[in-house]
T-cell receptor, first 116, second 114 residues
Framework: GAVVSQHPSWVICKSGTSVKIECRSL??????MFWYRQFPKQSLMLMAT?????????EQGVEKDKFLINHASLTLSTLTVTSAHPEDSSFYIC????????????FGQGTRLTVV | AQSVAQPEDQVNVAEGNPLTVKCTYS??????LFWYVQYPNRGLQFLLK??????LVKGSYGFEAEFNKSQTSFHLKKPSALVSDSALYFC????????????FGTGTRLQVTL
């Protein structure tokens, strides 16, 4: 399958600071990547669709200014949680599709964010 | 709007016994259906998919799933469960013949015991 790498795997930050999470497609180019949030014992909630070279498309209820997404290259999308608060603590997962080879999406390892 | 339902929060099965994890879907157009598995604090791993063709789909680690259009179901199965199969399983659907925007079920925790 295709390989999607997410970094960091976990991060602890203080309230009010910003945290950047990276999502890379290692062996393919991804014009589109997806960012999900997963609460404990719950399903994945799609936050936004990241589009290379253009603005991200956010799902209803997701604050654009809070969760900044940048997709500056065909292999890298970043999610920045700005002015983080404890309620932003969650597991964030990215995914991408190698449209030339596979129908299915491949997921990064996830990032556990804890805001203290 | 498309939706995916996994009616069981948890499925318990003894090692060596067959297992079934249920999934039903509601999508417009031809559904693209997927099963993923998640281990603690990890991302999702792809197991199998149905796009078109045979209703019985075989995937990784001995898993298979049966697409049933009339019942709008896509249940995950394995003839003989292993303790190492214990994990969280997600069913996902892409509607309108696209896999680009997936809708996930709520997940089913599979617990396989000795």
């Amino acid at each position: 399958g295709a390989v999607v790498s997410q970094h960091p795997s976990w991060v602890i930050c203080k309230s009010g600071t910003s945290v950047k999470i990276e999502c890379r497609s290692l062996d393919f180019q991804a014009t589109t990547m997806f960012w999900y949030r997963q609460f404990p014992k719950q399903s994945l909630m799609l936050m936004a669709t990241s589009n290379e070279g253009s603005k991200a498309t956010y799902e209803q209820g997701v604050e654009k200014d809070k969760f900044l997404i940048n997709h500056a290259s065909l292999t890298l999308s970043t999610l920045t949680v700005t002015s983080a608060h404890p309620e932003d603590s969650s597991f964030y997962i990215c995914s991408a599709r190698d449209q030339g080879r596979f129908t299915e999406a491949f997921f990064g390892q996830g990032t556990r964010l804890t805001v203290v | 709007a498309q939706s995916v339902a996994q009616p069981e929060d948890q499925v318990n099965v003894a090692e060596g016994n067959p297992l079934t994890v249920k999934c039903t879907y509601s999508v417009s157009g031809n559904p693209y259906l997927f099963w993923y598995v998640q281990y603690p604090n990890r991302g999702l791993q792809f197991l199998l998919k149905y796009i078109t063709g045979d209703n019985l789909v075989k995937g990784s680690y001995g898993f298979e799933a049966e697409f049933n259009k009339s019942q709008t179901s896509f249940h995950l199965k394995k003839p003989s469960a292993l303790v190492s199969d214990s994990a969280l399983y997600f069913c996902a659907a892409g509607g309108g013949g696209t896999a680009s925007k997936l809708t996930f079920g709520t997940g089913t925790r599979l617990q396989v015991t000795l």
